[in-house]
């Protein structure tokens, strides 16, 4: 393509980029795209409320904590450790069955009696330690870390694998790039784009530039905005390794991984708005494509743009140990492609399918009456 197509493709799509930033059939693929980010910001302002709260109740050393025991008397317990940060008391009635002898038969009877319980929290500086008591005696001892970095690192990847790519990007990219062709159809103005002195694959060319640059700007921005949330609470010795060790790598394929996403499934939806007047068809056939891919054999595989893009991901998104082995197979990653080959994968598909919406674009005929 000439210089002067592509100036004209770059001068088209400034013009529809008000239409890609701003379209009202599209504003809600900002509230994808901040969703998980808002997630982590709340999630960290409850951290950080939650430790000042137990900080200023007083912190009991590890060791203490640790020392407590099963069996133990609640008055032990607070001998060694006096000032709990939280102490919640209740009282119930527990029921069980007992038999006694009557003869030569055994009859049953209910046996209900009063249970005093009580439950100690205690603050190490790090942990929040949970004890819980029985009429006095304790039964049950439970600990988890106030911040646990590398739980909420896993979590991230578990909400941008199932939530950002699957959902975010896929449903916003369907709202941006089918409304660059399919609004215009809708309000009649089409025509005018076509009328204008520019090759039509150049104004599709310049409308699916248009539409990149708002979602990779949208939606790469609301990754970096969710992996910084993430990390907020977080500082010290424990950052400082991360950011010199594995941190730019990650932060650079999650905004990556977002980045081509909007590419790939950009072409898709722009293409489909050229051929379908139904948008919710075409959605729903690459949603069900993209969710069956672990069950497809590997060429057909390498035909799934989320295939390429889970690839691109530094950390696997996690799956509970007791999920079903047939939904496991659909949330898992089928045979990971090198980064390297998945980009170039992910651009050859996007290529096809741009190559595939040329040839259409030339072929349409304007006719309102039939929208």
Partial sequence: MTKFRMRQA?????????RA???????????????????????GIEMKLRESRYQGRGVTPAEVVDSFTKGEKVEDVLKRAPKPVEDH????????????????????????????G????????????????????LIRKHSDTMKNFEED??????????????LAIFFGCLGIFMNLFRGEMLDKTLHYWFLAPARR?????????????????????????????????????????????PGPSHMFWYAAAAALGCVGYGSVFLAAGLLLRNPIIPAAVLLVWESINGFLPDLLQKLSILHYLQ????????????????????????????????VLGLLAVTMLVLWAASSAVKRIEINYGTE
């Fill in 10 to 18: 770059w001068t088209i799509a400034r013009i529809e980029m008000h």
């Fill in 21 to 43: 930033f701003l379209s009202k059939r599209a504003f809600w693929v900002y509230l994808l795209a901040i969703l998980p980010a808002v997630i982590f910001i709340g999630h």
């Fill in 89 to 116: 008391s209740w009282s119930y009635r527990r029921s069980h069955e007992d038999e006694e002898e009557e003869g030569e038969t055994n009859k049953k009877r209910r046996i209900s009696e009063r249970v005093e």
């Fill in 118 to 137: 009580r439950s100690l929290t205690y603050f190490d500086g790090q942990r929040r330690v949970q004890v819980g008591f029985e009429n006095g005696v």
């Fill in 153 to 166: 690192r896993t979590v991230f990847a578990g909400v941008f694998q199932y939530f950002y790519l699957r």
């Fill in 201 to 245: 694959e150049v104004l599709l060319l310049g409308k699916y530039l248009a539409g990149l640059v708002a979602a990779t700007v949208i939606f790469t921005g609301g990754a970096l905005l969710g992996f910084g949330a993430m990390l907020w609470p977080y500082s010290g010795a424990e950052m400082q390794a991360f950011w010199s060790g």
């Fill in 311 to 342: 690839s691109m991901c530094p950390v696997a998104a996690p799956i509970e140990s007791d999920t079903p082995a047939l939904l496991r197979l659909i949330l898992s990653p089928a045979a990971p492609t090198s980064r390297g080959l998945a």
